[in-house]
């Protein structure tokens, strides 16, 4: 069916991932086919980690930094030297619709980035705002944060983006000039969820506060070097098939079912809110 179209070597295309809605793997790299429009250009040159579910979401996957044992030669990657593992991690760098093929062929049902590209590791061009909700709040008490949120950034001046979590959440994105450390970043989100906490009883900005029933965390510890983010337009390991999906700010207000945006559906939206979200970098005005 696809092997015209790339130079990868597919396997196992009747594997069902999704076992629920009998999704097979083939039916995943389409999916990846059609979205690699607008995938590609907020993933390029930016360090891929991967949620790799080979037998299905049926059973346990597991998180993958490392380029695999196996990977071809003209997959793009990247070393960088992990403090933790002490040892260099040879990252995936997804910049052509053959390595997100390739990735799909993993049974990376989940693709994730970081918010530094590898021709400026470890400064940051993205800050991301996690608005997180422990039930019983759900993706309503997510919403009314993330509307507090987007008023607080316009008075600052700041442009914003927001998508799906694919589960419960949303995110909030502002793209920065370079020159911001993670550091900075982090305490900037930080400052921020501490004030929305002093609007709205909601609010939890701490992370001592994260689980308590009924408040929304906006999490701030994402903007750390080495952290990540869920790809925009990425599918999640959940029985539905749900999206990772940008929204305009109107369908916010709108109140719409994040649920409603899988697999099946997410194809079909012309809309690219997130388009030209790159060229849109701002300054932050910290110190």
């Known amino acids: 069916m696809f092997r015209k179209l790339t130079k990868v070597e597919f396997t196992n295309l009747d594997k069902i991932l999704y076992p629920e809605l009998k999704i097979t793997k083939a039916q995943v790299i389409e999916y990846y086919i059609r979205m690699a429009p607008k995938m590609l250009a907020l ?8 949620t790799r579910f080979p037998e299905g979401i ?8 490392d380029a695999p044992v196996g990977t071809p030669s003209w997959i793009e990657t990247f070393g960088k030297y992990a403090e933790t593992s002490q040892r260099e991690i040879r990252y995936i760098v997804c910049n052509n619709v053959d390595t997100l093929i390739w990735l799909a062929n993993l049974a990376a049902l989940e693709v994730h980035m970081t918010l530094s590209r590898i021709d400026s590791s470890g400064i940051p061009d993205l800050v991301l705002f996690d608005i997180d909700p422990e039930s019983p709040a759900d993706y309503n008490e997510a919403t009314e944060v993330a509307l507090l949120l987007k008023e607080k950034l316009d008075a600052l001046g700041l442009k914003s983006y ?3 979590s694919g589960k419960k959440g949303l995110h909030i994105v502002v793209p920065i000039i370079e020159g911001y ?38 999490d701030y510890r994402q903007n750390s070097e ?3 983010m869920i790809s925009p337009y990425s599918l999640r390991a959940v029985p539905q098939a749900t999206v990772s999906t940008p929204l305009s700010w109107d ?7 994040p649920a409603e ?22 300054k932050l005005g910290v110190s």
């Not at 049926?58 to 930094?65: A, I, M, R, V």
């Not at 369908?251 to 079912?257: I, Q, T, W």
């Open 43 to 50: 993933l390029y040159n930016r360090p891929a980690v991967l």
């Open 58 to 65: 049926s059973q346990k996957g597991f998180y993958e930094k």
């Open 162 to 164: 927001v998508k799906t």
């Open 181 to 218: 450390t993670f550091k900075q970043i982090r305490e900037f989100v930080h400052q921020i969820a501490k004030q929305l906490a002093k609007q709205s009883d909601t609010v939890a900005s701490e992370f001592t506060q994260s689980k308590k029933p009924g408040s929304v965390f906006v």
């Open 226 to 228: 080495g952290r990540t």
């Open 251 to 257: 369908d916010v207000e709108k109140r719409l079912n």
């Open 261 to 282: 945006f899988t697999l099946f559906t997410v194809v079909k939206i012309d809309d690219h809110p997130w388009k030209g979200l790159l060229d849109n970098r701002q």
